[in-house]
Each structure stands twice: as structure tokens, then as C-alpha cells.
């Protein structure tokens, strides 16, 4: 991260979600009340968000708000073992909220301990932070409300699963294999080529030195 992104922290973390190895950021961004974490991983990742937070001069009790992006298992699995450990306030989409209360099975398949959600954002809606404020920009495609975060203070864009670092390329559009909407998924990358983006973190790949002139490429 940059001096601009003061207060954005990324979290990589090496884990085994179903049955293979991957590497998953989640992201906490400070504000004057504690900690923002958005997407908290899958069950059992508390430890490793422990560890995560305390290196930084805090505790989990000091996470006020998860913000979900959307609600796939690898990024909400873990939010009941969380909440055990803090009163966070949980956000989400409204279209993602029904998946994460379990009024609704999760599209992508897999079980997770549901919980409540207190607050639905959409688009616009904004986060005072540190670094600036933290918007949410709607990228649906994924899932159909999936949102990333954008820090215009910073340029920076927190890209969930919009987009994905942890490939061939240092930058892409969202996995086929995993995007039930990928035609809405491009035109969500095209919304996020229109801001003004420097730098990116994926969920999937974390921080990468890249922009808008690369997601433009992406979208096509």
C-alpha cells in the first residue's frame, strides 16, 4: 500500500477450503471507532484474523463493522465464529442479505452458520474511515449483489470478487467457472473502469499495482 492508503490494511492468509489451498485478503480499514473488516474468510479463520489484527495494535473485539461483499462461503463462512468474539454490526446487500440470514440457500452450494445482518448498503452508500470515505459501488454478475469498495481519497479499489489477482494475469475479470452472470459481471467491471482506480485488492490475490487502463482492458 501506498502513504495515500493510510489506515487500509490487507490480510493474505494461506488456507484449505475445500479440499485444495488457497489464498484468501480480507481487509480492515480504520476508523476513529476501531476497525472496518471487509469479508471475513470461511469457518475457522478467526485465529488467523486474530493474529492479523493484534500485529496492528487491536483486537477482534475492536471490529465495529463487516462489510460482506457478497455471500459465498469463503468470504462469510467464518462471521458467526467472529461475532462470538465482537458486537460488529454485519452489512450486506440487499439482494446477498437473504443468503447470509439463511432465508435462502447459498447459489454456489456449501453450509455455513448463518447469522443476522443489521444494515443493507447499496450503491453510494459511504463508510467514514481514516484513509477517506469508503463507498460501495454495486458489481453484481458474481453474485447478484455483489459490491466492491471504493476509497476515492486513495484511488484504491477493495474489488471483492470483481475482480481476481491469483492467475496468469496480474489483473482480471471475474472467474467463469464461478460467475453465474458473467455477461453482468463485464458489465460491472466496465462500472469500475470508470472510476478513478490506481490500485486494487482482490480477495482472491490481494494488492496489486494496477488501475483503470488495465480493468478497462479487462471489460473490453
Not at 66 to 89: P, Y
Request: negative net charge; charged residues 20%; proline residues 6%.
Amino acid at each position: 500500500m501506498s502513504d495515500d492508503d493510510a489506515g487500509v490494511h490487507t490480510l493474505p492468509m494461506t488456507i484449505d477450503y475445500g479440499g485444495r489451498e488457497i489464498t484468501i485478503t480480507p481487509t480492515v480499514v480504520e476508523t476513529g471507532g476501531g476497525l472496518v473488516l471487509i469479508d471475513v474468510g470461511p469457518a475457522g479463520i478467526v485465529d488467523s484474523l486474530r493474529t492479523h489484527v493484534r500485529g496492528l495494535g487491536y483486537d477482534l473485539a475492536d471490529i465495529w463493522l463487516v462489510l460482506c461483499t457478497h455471500h459465498d462461503g469463503d468470504h462469510v463462512g467464518g462471521l458467526a465464529e467472529l461475532l462470538a468474539h465482537t458486537d460488529a454490526i454485519v452489512a450486506a446487500h440487499p439482494e446477498e442479505a437473504p443468503y447470509i440470514t439463511g432465508e435462502r440457500e447459498p447459489l454456489k452450494g456449501g453450509q455455513y452458520d448463518t447469522v443476522a445482518v443489521d444494515l443493507e448498503l447499496t450503491d453510494g452508500a459511504r463508510v467514514a474511515t481514516a484513509a477517506g470515505p469508503l463507498e460501495v459501488v454495486e458489481t453484481p454478475g458474481h453474485t447478484p449483489g455483489h459490491v466492491s469498495l471504493s476509497v476515492p481519497a486513495g484511488n484504491l479499489l477493495i474489488a471483492g470478487d470483481a475482480l481476481v489477482a491469483d492467475g496468469d494475469e496480474p489483473l482480471s475479470g471475474p472467474k467463469p467457472e464461478f460467475t453465474p452472470e458473467m455477461d453482468q459481471a463485464l458489465e460491472s467491471v466496465d462500472r469500475l473502469a470508470a472510476l478513478e482506480i490506481d490500485h486494487v485488492v482482490c480477495f482472491h490475490g490481494g494488492y496489486v499495482d494496477r488501475g483503470s487502463e488495465t480493468i478497462r482492458e479487462i471489460g473490453g
